[in-house]
Nanobody, 127 residues
């Protein structure tokens, strides 16, 4: 059974940084893609960053491009989301997710592309 566990959330002032690690276990093969999805109260889920675990291609939502960086350490089965220049509007529950099937290039930021999810870690950015 695939288990995805994320951590690293917390309270940070605007302009600050956080790094969210995510570990996926129980996979027979590496997940095809790993993604980060966030959901703020009253809003829909938003895919913010994703990585193709095979070739390392990365994908970002326009709202975080240039501020967030997704990376992976395959030896540790860990994916990271480095978040810099945080804004109050980045406040949300952040979920890490794994896609064990093939994901089309246009779908990497779609929450529906992922089939294994962590429980989330809260990120709160104060102004």
């Amino acid at each position: 059974q695939v288990q995805v566990v994320e951590s690293g959330g917390g309270l940070v002032q605007a302009g600050g940084s956080l790094r969210l690690p995510c570990t996926a276990s129980g996979l027979t093969f590496d997940a095809y893609a790993m993604g980060w999805v966030r959901q703020a109260p009253g809003k829909e889920r938003e895919g913010v960053a994703a990585i193709h675990t095979g070739d390392g291609s990365t994908y970002y939502a326009g709202s975080v491009k240039g501020r967030f960086t997704i990376s992976q350490d395959k030896a540790k089965h860990t994916t990271y989301l480095q978040m810099n220049s945080l804004k109050p509007e980045d406040t949300a529950m952040y979920y890490c997710a794994a896609a064990t099937g093939i994901v089309s290039w246009w779908a990497f930021l779609l929450p529906s592309a992922y089939n294994s999810w962590g429980r989330g870690t809260q990120v709160t950015v104060s102004s």
